[in-house]
């Protein structure tokens, strides 16, 4: 059993940045992501980091945000670039038990509560 918690959501303006942090239980072997939800929308992936450290990302915000770890592997940081109020969402981390992340929400076996991030113009 794996337990996730995200942190480091809040309140910026448009431009600004935030750094996001999923701690969990154990990360060992598993793939980690990230992915967020807006009030009416599906769940998006962002960013995914295997278990040899290799990263994905989607297109949304590819150049914008980066996944990364500590040698240690934990915790899962998402560092989030050039916010704009489009990125308002409930952000999660997720694992899954395989190496290699995938974009789809059913394919992760254990999910964070989420943590709050609101970008204003």
């Known amino acids: 059993q794996v337990q996730l918690k995200e942190s480091g959501g809040g309140s910026v303006q448009a431009g600004g940045s935030l750094r996001l942090s999923c701690g969990a239980t154990?990360?060992?072997?598993?793939?980690i992501s990230w992915f967020r939800q807006a009030p009416g929308s599906e769940r998006e992936f962002l960013a995914g980091?295997?278990?040899?450290?290799?990263?994905y990302y989607a297109d949304s915000v590819k150049g914008r945000f980066t996944i990364s770890r500590d040698n240690a592997k934990i915790p899962v940081y998402l560092q989030m670039n050039s916010l704009k109020p489009e990125d308002t969402a409930l952000y999660y981390c997720?694992?899954?038990?395989?190496?290699?992340?995938?974009?789809?929400?059913?394919?992760?076996?254990?999910w964070g509560q989420g943590t709050q991030v609101t970008v204003s113009s």
């Open positions: 154990s990360f060992n072997g598993y793939a």
């Open positions: 997720a694992a899954r038990r395989f190496p290699i992340p995938t974009t789809g929400q059913a394919t992760y076996d254990w």
């Open positions: 980091i295997s278990a040899g450290g290799t990263t």
